[in-house]
């Protein structure tokens, strides 16, 4: 008995510990409107300045939105280049957190 519940114990905490890299694509936008449906705020004209304007004038960060879920991100220098465009992301999600642990972003082909 004790043996069983000791691997329930280690399974579930390498369910917690992470899944390792995973790859992610989806649409850089900003925390004021993740689902990057900018016509609400329209910071400026066009997706990618409303981006821009609401990390500088709101203190917004970068998320990625996958056309299902938004994901914070670790790096906030790189998505600057990516505003508004779609991009592959390679890193670590943290669950409890809906975080990616940014390795590398580029821009999705």
């Given at each position: 008995m004790?043996?069983r519940?000791?691997?329930?114990?280690?399974?579930?905490?390498?369910?917690?510990?992470?899944?390792?890299?995973?790859?992610?694509?989806?649409?850089?936008?900003?925390?004021?409107?993740?689902?990057?449906?900018?016509?609400?705020?329209?910071?400026?004209p066009?997706?990618?300045?409303?981006?821009?304007?609401?990390?500088?004038?709101?203190?917004?960060?970068?998320?990625?939105?996958?056309?299902?879920?938004?994901y914070?991100?670790?790096?906030?220098?790189?998505?600057?280049?990516?505003?508004?465009?779609?991009?592959?992301?390679?890193?670590?999600?943290?669950?409890?957190?809906?975080?990616?642990?940014v390795?590398?972003?580029?821009?999705?082909?």
């Amino acid at each position: 008995m004790t043996t069983r519940l000791g691997a329930v114990v280690l399974a579930l905490a390498g369910l917690s510990a992470g899944q390792g890299k995973q790859t992610f694509t989806g649409v850089i936008t900003d925390g004021e409107c993740p689902t990057a449906d900018h016509s609400q705020m329209r910071m400026g004209p066009t997706d990618a300045e409303c981006v821009t304007a609401c990390i500088a004038d709101h203190g917004a960060s970068y998320v990625l939105y996958d056309g299902k879920d938004v994901y914070a991100l670790s790096d906030q220098k790189t998505p600057e280049r990516f505003a508004a465009r779609k991009v592959t992301i390679t890193g670590s999600l943290d669950a409890k957190r809906t975080t990616i642990q940014v390795d590398s972003m580029s821009a999705a082909r």
